[in-house]
């Protein structure tokens, strides 16, 4: 069994101020924990992010599974909503994941591209995404911290306002840019694209839809994704305990114990069909 590794990690947005600080150390931090297991990995950072790399790096780890190879991607960075141009969506909203890019380049990397991209894969082939990043109802520019604000938490949300045109956002009966959108569907980019029939799983940093934010935040004086901190975390304690460990397992030992609290407000997400969390960890 072949093991297959994309671990992204973005702090540095060019042109948006929504610049994070522990996206990096999250992808170094998986990628670490993933070669210890037998992966081959493969790492996209800060400026090598771009939109046009990141949809050859899933190319090319997805590629490069067969039979029962397990393809584990993992995504640090800010997640965003862009205007649906196919119809495929109920509140008009395309769910994206944002490329160093973003507003350079002018473009996100959405759900229906991610979806793509995914069922290239040969069957048999497991995939495992693990996202640490966000979404929100949000359009208009940041309501995130001031940089000044120390060692406050971040959303790992990216405000539409904050790199397309104005041109581009939603309006209301004034004509004026809207500050929220009524989002329907409350989906992610990587679980809108999951494919419960072809066994793929997903851990994510908090629940869908408005007002549910993955962190970016200081722990122990180092920056770091919350959930990336404190997921690693509860793997390590469980399989000291339970070397068979489930992803099932996995979940249920990073919720409640460690996330939700009282400093980050986030609720670990799990999706997937029943033999996929029932499966061994990373195998």
């Given amino acids: 069994m072949g093991k297959h590794a994309l671990c992204i990690g973005i702090n540095n947005y060019p042109g948006t101020h929504m610049d994070l600080a522990g996206c990096v150390n999250d992808a170094n931090d998986w990628a670490a924990l993933l070669r210890a297991r037998g992966f081959d990995v493969k790492m996209l950072l800060d400026s090598q992010a771009t939109k046009a790399a990141m949809v050859e790096g899933f190319r090319s780890v997805i590629g490069a599974a067969a ?25 008009g909203l395309d769910e994206a994941l944002c490329p160093y890019d973003l507003q350079t380049g002018g473009a996100a990397l959405i759900d229906d591209e991610i979806h793509d991209l995914l ?25 995130a911290p001031d940089p000044g604000a120390g060692d406050a938490p971040r959303p790992r949300f990216m405000p539409p306002g904050n790199w397309l045109p104005e041109e581009w956002l939603p309006r209301g009966a004034s004509a004026k840019p809207l500050a929220r959108v009524a989002v329907t569907t409350g989906g992610s980019a990587f679980r809108s694209a999951l494919s419960r029939k072809s066994g793929d799983l997903l851990l994510a940093g908090c629940k869908e839809g408005p007002n549910n934010f993955s962190y970016d935040a200081r722990i122990k004086g180092r920056a770091n994704g919350v959930f990336t901190h404190y997921a690693i975390e509860a793997l390590a304690a469980l399989e000291a305990d339970k070397p068979n460990a489930s ?27 029943a033999v996929a969390r029932r499966r061994r960890i990373f195998t």
């Fill in 247 to 273: 992803y099932a397992d996995w979940h249920r030992a990073i919720t409640p114990q460690y996330l939700p609290s009282a400093s980050y407000p986030q609720s670990p997400q799990i999706a997937g069909d």
């Fill in 67 to 91: 039979g029962t190879d397990v393809v584990v991607i993992t995504y640090s960075g800010h997640g965003t909503y862009v205007p649906d141009t196919d119809g495929d969506e109920i509140d």
């Fill in 119 to 143: 069922r290239a894969r040969k069957a048999g082939v497991r995939l495992v995404l693990i996202s640490d990043s966000c979404h929100s109802g949000t359009v208009t520019r940041a309501a």
